[in-house]
């Protein structure tokens, strides 16, 4: 092919913005000859390029859009450290059928036990499966429509939590909730209640929210809604940060 006839296509698959097939077409063109495809063949292959591309820029904006704090995932998560964690349950809720049906997710336990590393690998998870993700701690969620209940806006931010498939609100509990903030909680977990699926994360167990609530009533409801269809994992293992750290300083007793 001459230099002339290379550039033009490449400006054509620029406009297109067909980059996969930019990125692949000297190869794929090259195997095409050799192997003697057909047209047909040959302009298959060229597509699943692009095909490919275009899947993994989706998943990227998905991930980048659900504002995960670090990015980990289920094959990193090493399940004999934390053998209270049913590790079944965990990998086939990987397969997403709980987002599907609307069911939530809690995760309890002490620091470190992964309950935040395991939200975030399901919320991947479901990125790759093209559903719409969001990840916010309790204190920037309720931060969040605390001002926006002042500024008139309250309403769209809560619809803008139930447009997700899956949202993730990590850390309850290592905050102090007042009976505003518990309030619009509690409309957040009512509008999402069967529409659409919520990972908690948790240091407290359910019968100590009511004093993270500073009000039993709205801590009731609230939990009722979130364990109706709810996989409940309580976790009572050892932090992982101090995984080591422990042995290596009785070590130096
Ligand atoms: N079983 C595990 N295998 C591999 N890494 C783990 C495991 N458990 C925790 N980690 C890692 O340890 C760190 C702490 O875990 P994580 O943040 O999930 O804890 P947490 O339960 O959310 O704690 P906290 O209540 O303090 O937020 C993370 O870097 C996480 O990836
Ligand atoms: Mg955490």
Redesign the pocket.
């Known amino acids: 092919m001459s230099k002339e006839l290379t550039g033009y296509l490449e400006s054509q698959l620029k406009a297109l913005k067909l980059k996969g097939v930019l990125a692949h077409y000297q190869e794929i063109t090259q195997k095409a000859a050799q192997s003697n495809l057909s047209y047909i063949e040959y302009l298959s292959l060229l597509l699943e390029e692009e095909i490919r591309r275009k899947n993994e820029a989706t998943v990227k904006t998905k991930v980048a859009k659900a504002r995960f704090p670090?990015i980990?995932t289920l094959e990193?998560?090493?399940?004999s450290?934390?053998p209270s964690i049913r590790e079944r349950e965990i990998i086939s809720l990987g397969a997403l059928d709980f987002v599907e049906k609307k069911e939530n997710i809690i995760f309890l336990?002490?620091?470190?036990?992964?309950?935040?590393?395991?939200s975030i690998a399901l919320g991947i998870k479901a990125c790759m499966a093209k559903y719409r993700v969001g990840f916010v701690t309790v204190q920037k969620l309720l931060e969040e429509l605390l001002l926006s209940a002042k500024d008139g806006s309250l309403l769209d931010k809560l619809l803008g939590y139930s447009r997700l498939n899956l949202l993730i609100i990590?850390?309850l509990g290592y905050m102090p909730v007042t009976k505003e903030q518990a309030n619009l909680l509690f409309r957040l977990v009512s509008m999402r209640y069967e529409k659409g699926s919520i990972i908690l994360?948790s240091?407290y167990n359910f019968d100590e929210w009511g004093e993270i609530f500073s009000d039993h009533v709205v801590a009731a409801a609230i939990i009722d809604r979130l364990v109706h269809h709810a996989h409940i994992f309580y976790i009572n293992g050892t932090?992982?940060?101090l995984k080591g750290k422990l042995r290596a300083s009785t070590e130096t007793r």
Do not use: A, C, I, M
């Not at 990193?76 to 399940?79: I, L, M, P, S």
């Not at 336990?109 to 935040?116: A, E, F, L, Q």
């Open positions: 670090f980990k990193e998560f090493d399940f450290f934390q336990g002490p620091p470190g036990v992964g309950k935040t590393h395991l990590d850390e994360t240091n932090s992982y940060r």
